[in-house]
């Protein structure tokens, strides 16, 4: 994977406009796959916050209602019970969901071609491409990108979406351990670029401690949130700093209880 710098943090007057994520005793359940199943309750009495231009990851085993609880906050699914206040969400689902037939520049200015800003998608695309290490890269198709761009791109996609609070659901988890720590060190400084209310579903507990301010963690099935863990070290950080190795310790423990 080509490795570049994160972009500089912009100056404050520079920064986006951050939203607030606010869940409270929330209950998700979906129907019975027969008739002799009952009701899954996917999520049971969580309470959640992200402060404006917090970044907060949610951790949790398989199945422990992670990828649902991004779902109610994007407002494509509601809650059975509770409530959900957000801001407009965009999400960035596991797989990059790049079109095959498009180039880069064209998948990264989707979002905007969609909202009918036709005349400025490409070069607002392309700008942004550049910036995030893919100058020369922009009339590539998706099968001509590693996996680290292919996300590059598909993170471009998702901040023209404009939204101020992103959802990134596992962004890096089909992707090898070194391009993995690659993304997570130029993620860090993509958003200190262009700041956003971020939630972050991981099952990498340490991912979760380079990137977030707090780490929620998630009981088995049915979700509830068993454990918050505030993250007081500087950025960068440094996965062998004894706070995040104490921190990963505890977040295990509570995964293992």
């Known amino acids: 994977m080509q490795t570049t710098k994160a972009p500089q943090a912009a100056p404050p007057a520079a920064q986006s406009q951050f939203g607030r994520v606010r869940l409270r005793d929330v209950v998700k359940r979906y129907p019975p796959a027969c008739r002799k199943a009952g009701a899954v309750t996917a999520l049971d009495g969580v309470t959640l916050d992200a402060q404006p231009g917090e970044i907060v990851a949610v951790v949790g085993p398989s199945g422990c209602g992670k990828t649902t609880l991004l779902e109610l ?9 509770g409530s959900v206040e957000a801001a407009p969400a965009a999400l960035m689902a596991q797989r990059d969901l790049l079109l095959p037939w498009a180039s880069a520049v064209d998948n990264a200015a989707l979002a905007l071609r969609v ?3 036709r005349a400025t998608a ?4 392309a700008a942004l491409l550049r910036d995030f290490g893919l100058e020369g890269f922009e009339r590539a198709r998706p099968h001509e990108l590693s996996g680290g761009m292919r996300q590059r791109v598909a993170f471009a996609r998702t901040l023209l979406a404009g939204r101020p609070i992103l959802c990134l659901d596992e962004p890096f988890a ?8 690659d993304m ?6 993509a958003l200190a670029a262009d700041p956003r209310t971020v ?3 991981t099952h990498d ?10 780490v929620v963690v998630l009981s088995p099935r049915p979700g509830r949130v068993v454990a918050t863990l505030d993250v007081a070290a500087p950025r960068p950080r440094n996965r062998s700093d004894l706070s995040i190795v104490a921190l990963r310790a505890r977040a295990l423990e509570e995964l293992r209880a």
């Open 73 to 81: 906050i994007c407002g494509l699914l509601a809650p059975d019970a």
């Open 115 to 117: 909202a009918g800003e």
């Open 122 to 125: 490409r070069e607002r695309a």
């Open 174 to 181: 089909a992707l090898d351990a070194l391009t993995r720590q």
């Open 184 to 189: 997570q060190t130029w993620l860090a400084g």
């Open 199 to 201: 939630v972050l579903v």
């Open 205 to 214: 507990v340490e991912e979760a401690l380079v990137l977030a301010d707090r």
